[in-house]
């Protein structure tokens, strides 16, 4: 074991591998290890320039229990950050203190040369490297100790109901609903990032955590401390970016639907509204708008005049979104170019195919910067520059036909080794070059993200979750754990995706509830795919803008008056909330704070918070308590310490303690914080 001090960074060599702690940011390290001659220098999602980059080394020899009474000198080394310290003893195991205290350590079961609780004759080893046959990378599979009573948050999004992931298997891949953002808040006061786009899996176990990458080239994660999870979060933003600030023109209602066919029907839609008046921000055009995938261009026949449609909206301070997928059909003009230039993802094996819905694809390979330079400049001449404010990049993941990460390649590498961050660079195709343009800040909606993706104008949503109460209660997880995981633009479909009948009763108290609860939530967004399937398509061809099915009404007054009314009342608050709003939206740029926050963010002395997974603060100032039961008109609220005014009578209860509130169909019980 050869310790060295390389300017204020510890390097540890043993056996073949490289090891690298050094100071990043405040009360922060990153830690990184390779079994190559040299480590890559990618920097993934540490791209922002951190505050403190020199830790204080120390080099020493430090008692160690060799037997019964017997001590021994060996060597150990030490990089300390403020309030984060790593320790690295003679046998390369890591442990990290937090003002002294130990918060984390690596996962040893084997002889060492020392008799101590990590000495067995198991032969789990901290960090494991498996060379891949025929390759130069490696599996790897690393390991720490599970702390007693701890609770893990962040992680991004998984459709479970469970918020604390203590004892969760997390598999590190994007799809359709699912999306890995590495970075795990602990109830201890640390913080961990993954800064690996691998895909591989994560075991927050009960007797160990296991953290594996199936093909890398090296460790790397980075590690913070600090006293409550704002402060985490506000460390974790300064290395890996913070959120724009977001337009005080968006904070409004989002009006979309699967689909809108016409320029005709946007635009009846947006006059509809106009006459109610209800103001919307944005309308959003969903897919098959276009000729075929990969197209990214208008049908004609049914939006003959684009730039006209843009200027009406506009003149109703309505802004236009229109819906963008990586896929390339075979028949799309753009196909043969960009197989011929190497533009397209890469299959190992069998057919060039890559995505099957409605048309034989192939993605777009967002690795290669010629890749995005070739779409944005479709995308512009088509889209942008008739006035198109932005852009829906869904299947952002992107969304396989069949999730064999194995069979696919980027010009980066294999997708094992890299497919994580697919949907952050997707967002960069149309983030970076709109920046430069500089009208103004850069929101698109996407349905996917990975570490970092904040910085770049990423609107992210649930993805196409059901229509049940099941779904809603998961969605609320996955939101307040996306939040946790440093992604404050956060939405859902309000009332779920995949809707079966509009007319059912049941699913309408279901849309109302969920309605209420996105009020209070980042994005204001009305979508869904609203069966049944009655509708007749527009023509008999294959093709084009005119043949794809199309769901019901979802506009506010498509679920009857009684209805209507109580989604004009929500509305009204939302709008009503405009100026508290924008402030949530300033602490997301300023600090990370995401928008819905979870209790203990807010109250992290409050132990109980820690345990509550089904009411949520809206920023500093609203506990919402969102209704997730059918025929559920009444609820129980914790309340922590404080006054907090009941905002359907303004009654004034002392915190501290659980109480019971009514919750009408038209009420969602909020509380407003008064001291």
């Known amino acids: 074991m050869v310790f060295q001090n390389d300017n204020g960074a510890l390097v540890v060599k043993h056996n073949g591998e490289t090891l690298r702690i050094e100071a990043w ?38 008692d160690q229990r060799v037997g019964d009474g017997i001590i021994a000198k060996e060597k150990e080394a030490s990089i300390t950050n403020g309030k984060i310290k790593a320790v690295v003893n003679m046998v390369g195991i890591i442990s990290f203190y937090k003002d002294e205290a130990l918060i984390l350590r690596e996962y040893f079961r084997s002889y060492g040369g020392t008799i101590s609780k990590e000495s067995r004759c198991l032969k789990i080893i901290n960090r494991e490297w498996k ?80 953290w594996i990458a199936r093909s890398t080239k090296e460790m790397d994660y980075w590690i913070t401390a600090a006293d ?40 009846t839609v947006a006059r509809q509204y106009q006459k109610e008046g209800i103001k919307i921000d944005q309308i959003v055009i969903d897919f098959f708008h276009w000729t075929v995938q990969g197209d990214w261009k208008f049908d004609k026949k049914y939006w003959p005049d684009p730039k006209a449609m843009v200027d009406e909206l506009h003149s109703m301070g309505i802004k236009v979104i229109v819906s963008v997928w990586p896929s390339v059909d075979r028949k799309s003009e753009n196909f043969y170019p960009m197989m011929e230039k190497g533009l397209l993802i890469r299959t190992e094996r069998g057919a060039q195919q890559t995505y099957d819905y409605q048309g034989d694809c192939v993605e777009i390979d967002v690795f290669n910067p010629e890749t995005r330079k070739y779409v944005w400049e479709v995308c512009k001449k088509n889209y942008y520059d008739y006035g198109i404010d932005a852009f829906w ?21 294999p997708a094992l080794q890299v497919s994580n961050i697919y949907p952050q660079l997707y967002s960069r195709v149309f983030y970076d070059e709109m920046a430069k343009i500089g009208d103004g800040t850069v929101v698109n909606l996407l349905r996917c993200a990975w570490a970092g993706s904040q910085k770049y104008g990423n609107v992210v949503w649930s993805g196409d979750v059901p229509s049940t109460f099941e779904a809603f209660y998961d969605q609320l997880q996955c939101g307040l754990n996306m939040g946790l995981a440093g992604i404050p633009w956060w939405t859902t479909d309000i009332g779920g995706f995949m809707t079966d009948d509009v007319n059912d009763p049941d699913f309408r108290q279901l849309l109302i509830r969920w309605y ?47 209805n209507y009314k109580i989604m004009r009342k929500y509305y009204d608050i939302r709008i009503q909330m405009h100026d508290y709003i924008k402030g949530l939206y300033q602490e997301a740029h300023e600090n990370g704070s995401p928008l819905i926050r979870t209790m203990f963010y807010e109250f992290p002395e409050d132990a109980k918070c820690w345990e509550l997974q089904d009411q949520y603060m809206f920023g500093e100032k609203y506990l919402v308590a969102p209704i997730f039961h059918l025929n559920q008109f009444e609820r129980e609220v914790y309340l922590p ?35």
């Open 25 to 62: 940011g405040r009360d922060a390290l990153r830690v990184r290890a390779t079994m190559h001659p040299k480590f890559t220098d990618h920097l993934w999602a540490l791209t922002e320039t951190p505050s403190v980059t020199k830790g204080d080394v120390q080099i020493y020899e430090a």
């Open 131 to 210: 060379g891949i046959i025929g390759g130069s990378d490696y599996t790897l599979n690393l390991k720490f100790e599970s702390n007693e009573g701890e609770k893990i948050f962040g992680m991004g999004q998984y459709q479970q109901p469970y918020m604390d992931l203590k004892g969760s298997v997390l598999e590190l891949a994007q799809r359709n609903s699912q999306i890995s953002v590495p970075f795990a808040v602990s109830s201890l006061g640390y913080g961990m990032l993954w800064n690996n786009p691998a895909v591989g899996r994560v075991t927050f176990g009960r007797n160990y955590t296991e």
């Open 228 to 267: 409550t999870p704002k402060q985490i979060l506000a460390n974790y933003s300064d290395v890996t970016g913070h959120a724009p600030m977001f337009p005080e023109d968006l904070m409004g209602l989002w009006q979309c639907k699967l689909r809108y066919r016409t320029q005709d029907e946007v635009l």
């Open 393 to 413: 990049l869904d299947n952002s993941e992107p969304d396989y036909g069949v999730y064999d990460f194995e069979n696919y390649r980027y010009y980066e590498g």
């Open 516 to 562: 209420q609860f996105a009020v209070y939530s980042a994005v204001f967004r009305m979508h869904g795919d609203r069966g049944p399937y009655n509708i007749p398509p527009l023509d008999d061809r294959d093709w084009g803008g005119g043949y794809l099915h199309t769901g019901q009404p979802n506009e506010l007054w498509s679920y009857g008056e009684d």
């Open 641 to 675: 310490a404080g006054q907090w005014k009941l905002t359907s009578d303004a009654t004034v209860y002392e915190g501290g303690q659980t109480v019971k509130v009514d919750a009408p169909i038209d009420y969602m019980p909020v509380f407003e914080k008064l001291a």
